[in-house]
């Protein structure tokens, strides 16, 4: 049945009747056009109002936003439309994930189930996660976030469990070497007078290695001339690589993910972290990247003691993708490193 502005307003006043919790949550703003959306989204802004409108296209397709240009859902299905701004009602009081949780099983089982799966059914099998959040790669994410060690996090393989070799592509990158060929480690380079001359060198190092089927290289500043050899670059094989950039001056963290030559975004162009709000979906629902926001609310909900969005997500990406970065090789300052070779 195509959805129309009556079937919707009807199909809605029917579900909140129904239950309690939903007695005083009424239909989000329902727009029939952009120029109706962009209006909505001014009064909003200008109210310091986040909370859900709908946009209706003629066919009956139901678009969710947050804001004029944050599509968070795109669905012709009834049934997922009510979940969604149940979801969202729930989601605005302010309580936890888990919270939340209780409220949709409150209303329906099945939207309980869904919310903890973080997907758009209550059909996916959901384990939960009973290791340490803060080993693999979430260790990391808040001294990433002051730029420490590095400011670029970047993670590269051929194909699922096949990392690409991890000395050539930091050569690639620019890398000396001769301290690639002598396998030089990062506390050599912490060695040279009691550490100060890496400390005003650091800019210009790079640590690499291989960890949970991906290459990784931590960087700063990319050296100009790197990738001169495209054939080399190409013979790597690379098939998918992740950037995690951190612009801390600036408040700018960013996500970019490529895969077989295009970039992962269901065209939302640059992807920020901050997007991430707990208990709230930063993705397209059903989008390309909607294996994170389920990934983002497993960790939320396995992990409730866990309060920065910058770890949860780096948990969440090291769950979906098996991104992952050796703690103690860091601690210990094992972990390859290099200098970029002085041209």
């Excluded at 969005?309 to 390859?336: I, K, Q």
Aim: hydrophobic share 40%.
């Amino acid at each position: 049945m195509k959805i129309t502005k009556r079937t919707l307003a009807e199909a809605w006043q029917r579900t909140a009747a129904e239950h309690a919790l939903l007695h005083k949550v009424v239909l989000p703003p329902v727009a029939l056009s952009a120029d109706e959306l962009e209006a909505w989204a001014d009064h909003a802004e200008e109210a310091e109002d986040d909370s859900l409108c709908l946009l209706l296209d003629e066919d009956g397709t139901v678009r969710g936003h947050h804001g004029p240009y944050r599509e968070v859902f795109a669905t012709r299905d009834l049934d997922q439309v009510l979940y969604l701004i149940a979801e969202a009602a729930m989601g605005r009081h302010g309580g936890s994930p888990e919270e939340t949780a209780g409220a949709l099983d409150r209303i329906d089982p099945a939207w309980g189930r869904r919310f903890r799966s973080g997907g758009l059914d209550d059909r996916r099998t959901v384990e939960v996660c009973g290791r340490d959040p803060l080993e693999g790669l979430a260790w990391i994410a808040g001294s990433w976030r002051e730029q420490n060690p590095y400011t670029t996090l970047a993670f590269f393989r051929a194909a699922p469990g096949q990392p690409v070799d991890a000395e050539r592509l930091a050569l690639l990158y620019g890398a000396d070497p001769a301290q690639v060929a002598a396998g030089t480690r990062l506390k050599d380079l912490q060695a040279l007078d009691s550490g100060r001359a890496h400390w005003d060198r650091q800019w210009e190092s790079c640590c690499f290695g291989q960890a949970g089927g991906w290459t990784f290289l931590l960087h700063h500043d990319t050296p100009p001339g790197s990738f001169a050899d495209k054939e080399a670059y190409e013979a790597l094989g690379i098939r998918e690589s992740i950037w995690l950039t951190a612009t801390s001056a600036k408040a700018i963290y960013t996500l970019d993910y490529m895969r077989d030559g295009r970039r992962v975004d269901d065209d939302w162009g640059m992807l920020e972290l901050i997007w991430y709000e707990r208990g709230r979906a930063p993705y397209l629902r059903g989008g390309e990247l909607d294996f994170l926001n389920q990934a983002l609310r497993r960790a939320e909900l396995d992990h409730p003691a866990l309060t920065s969005t910058f770890e949860l997500y780096f948990h969440a990406l090291e769950e979906s993708l098996g991104l992952c970065l050796p703690r103690r090789e860091f601690a210990e300052g094992e972990v390859r490193a290099a200098y970029w070779a002085e041209e």
